[in-house]
């Protein structure tokens, strides 16, 4: 069965310094991974996704992650932060045989912004 | 474009009360319409998921039920709400290159 880690529970950064969260994944044969953002009481928003080719992929907002495969790695980063990117983040991972019926969440890793 | 609404934001119930969570979405025919539960300070479990009217597969045993009357419409249901019934439940549907999940607003279930 596949599986995500996202080892941070909580993060805190500065604004304008550089961010990665990171993200686990185990799944026997190539995923599909996405990373999603929550804000407060608000529904996902997605970020990026990554299927097949180049294996780092760019997202809205300013958002990268690379895939890694001999790390089970799909790391989300940021050069920059802006305090509006304050949020609650999820890692996903998908099953590439029958589509997404078993997406796969991470717990979530809380991103704090200070000035 | 394509849109996903569920209704309604927040709700508070008391122990025992029915409820029903409705999910719409525009702009697509015979999406796959799936249903997420997120407790406080846990990551998102599926719960349901329909390929087709209704069609439903549950993934979790629990309180709640859904149906799926309408091809584009997917709604939620309990009988008798229990305390743990409570989080944000957030109704999504597959679209797009590579079945990408969108995800609707959420609606927020307090039971008291």
């Known amino acids: 069965a596949q599986s995500v880690t996202q080892p941070d529970i909580h993060i805190t950064v500065s604004e304008g310094a550089s961010l990665e969260l990171r993200c686990n994944y185990s799944?026997?044969?190539?995923?599909?991974l996405f990373w999603y953002v929550q804000s407060p009481g608000q529904g996902l928003q997605l970020l990026l996704k990554y299927f097949s080719g180049d294996t780092l992929v760019q997202g809205i907002k300013g958002f990268e992650a690379e895939f890694k495969r001999s790390q089970s790695s799909f790391n989300l980063r940021k050069p920059s932060v802006h305090w509006s990117d304050a949020a609650e983040y999820f890692c996903a991972v998908g099953a590439t045989n029958f589509g997404n019926e078993k997406l796969t969440f991470g717990t979530g890793t809380r991103l704090t912004i200070i000035p | 474009s394509q849109t996903i609404h569920q209704w309604p934001a927040t709700l508070v119930q008391p122990v025992g009360s029915p409820l029903s969570l409705e999910c719409t979405v525009e702009g697509t025919s015979n999406p796959n319409l799936y249903w997420y539960r997120q407790a406080a300070g846990r990551g998102l479990q599926l719960l349901f998921y329909s390929v087709g009217i209704g069609q439903i597969s549950s993934e979790v045993p629990q309180n709640l039920s859904a149906s799926r009357p309408q091809d584009r419409q997917f709604i939620l249901s309990s009988k008798k709400l229990l305390l743990s019934d409570s989080g944000f439940y957030l109704c999504?549907?597959?679209?797009?290159?590579?079945?990408?999940?969108?995800f609707g607003e959420g609606s927020w279930l307090t039971v008291v």
């Open positions: 799944y026997g044969a190539t995923p599909y």
């Open positions: 999504a549907w597959v679209g797009g290159q590579g079945n990408t999940i969108y």
